[in-house]
């Protein structure tokens, strides 16, 4: 992907999230040591935190108290595996410690974090103009809610939930703008279902309107990308065969798909 491209893509695209609106609105508190941390994590991922602490200013109690926080917040992950000197796991940032990082600005060259999400996202092909409007449409539902932010990690469903959000989106976004960014969404998951057959097979149907949107294979077995039935807001979890208590259940007995 072309930095320079990326770069004024960025700034043609304001992220409609201050810092502090976006730290606040996840009840996130990030002290200047874990950005420090975070960032430094960002660039030399995975990594472990030996490794942080040996080549950062901070000792390695401090990097790991840091760490369990960032840990809490979904900021950082860490990978099955061991790294050097034995360490258990090593580390590496979120789609969330990404988006962080970007509305706390902890790097300068923004086209560095918006590559990262692209790869964590599987969008390496889609050319920077494409990524930051799917960016923009995202904050725009982090905005409206912030349970969003439990799909940030699974790009199917936040191009689902852009689908599904049109109309909302409609009053942020010009009428191109948003044709463009439904279009991305459509493209993408009609490539992914081509891909992996993920979203949609022979052997399932896609169910959904502005309240739920659901997968279900020929057993019966669904699969939630979105559902605002019950005060749950259930996303990206699947529903046991059987499950006569859920509220999406007898609703799409109702449309006669099971």
Same mark, same amino acid.
């Given at each position: 992907?072309?930095?320079?491209?990326?770069?004024?893509?960025?700034?043609?695209?304001?992220?409609?999230?201050?810092?502090?609106?976006?730290?606040?609105?996840?009840?996130?508190?990030? %002290?200047?040591?874990? #950005?420090?941390?975070?960032?430094?994590?960002?660039?030399?991922?995975?990594?472990?935190?030996?490794?942080?602490?040996?080549?950062?200013?901070?000792?390695?109690?401090?990097?790991?108290?840091?760490?369990?926080?960032?840990?809490?917040?979904?900021?950082?992950?860490?990978?099955?595996?061991?790294?050097?000197?034995?360490?258990?796991?090593?580390?590496?940032?979120?789609?969330?410690?990404?988006?962080?990082?970007?509305?706390?600005?902890?790097?300068? %060259?923004?086209?560095?974090?918006?590559?990262?999400?692209?790869?964590?996202?599987?969008?390496?092909?889609?050319?920077?103009?494409?990524?930051?409007?799917?960016?923009?449409?995202?904050?725009?539902?982090?905005?409206?809610?912030?349970?969003?932010?439990?799909?940030?990690?699974?790009?199917?469903?936040?191009?689902?939930? $852009?689908?599904?959000?049109?109309?909302?989106?409609?009053?942020?976004?010009?009428?191109?703008?948003?044709?463009?960014?439904?279009?991305?969404?459509?493209?993408?998951?009609?490539?992914?279902?081509?891909?992996?057959?993920?979203?949609?097979? #022979?052997?399932?149907?896609?169910?959904?309107?502005?309240?739920?949107?659901?997968?279900?294979?020929?057993?019966?077995?669904?699969?939630?990308?979105?559902?605002?039935?019950?005060?749950?807001?259930?996303?990206?979890?699947?529903?046991?065969?059987?499950?006569?208590?859920? $509220?999406?259940?007898?609703?799409?007995?109702?449309?006669?798909?099971?």
């Amino acid at each position: 992907m072309n930095k320079a491209l990326m770069k004024e893509a960025i700034m043609d695209y304001e992220i409609p999230y201050s810092p502090n609106q976006f730290t606040m609105a996840l009840n996130m508190d990030v %002290d200047d040591t874990m #950005k420090e941390l975070l960032t430094y994590i960002i660039y030399n991922e995975p990594i472990t935190l030996y490794r942080v602490s040996k080549n950062t200013r901070f000792a390695i109690s401090t990097v790991y108290k840091k760490a369990r926080k960032m840990m809490q917040y979904g900021l950082i992950r860490p990978l099955n595996g061991y790294g050097s000197n034995n360490e258990k796991y090593i580390y590496e940032s979120t789609v969330k410690g990404l988006l962080t990082c970007l509305a706390l600005n902890c790097i300068g %060259d923004s086209s560095i974090i918006l590559s990262k999400i692209c790869r964590k996202w599987r969008l390496r092909n889609y050319c920077c103009q494409r990524i930051m409007k799917i960016m923009k449409a995202l904050m725009i539902m982090l905005n409206l809610n912030n349970d969003m932010i439990k799909v940030i990690e699974d790009p199917k469903t936040i191009m689902i939930s $852009i689908l599904e959000h049109r109309d909302q989106l409609r009053h942020f976004l010009s009428n191109d703008e948003l044709n463009d960014t439904i279009n991305i969404a459509t493209h993408y998951l009609i490539s992914r279902l081509i891909i992996d057959g993920n979203i949609v097979t #022979k052997s399932s149907l896609l169910v959904g309107n502005e309240k739920f949107v659901v997968s279900i294979d020929l057993d019966g077995n669904m699969y939630v990308y979105m559902c605002k039935l019950c005060e749950k807001s259930c996303m990206n979890v699947p529903i046991p065969y059987g499950s006569c208590k859920c $509220i999406l259940f007898n609703e799409i007995r109702k449309l006669r798909f099971t």
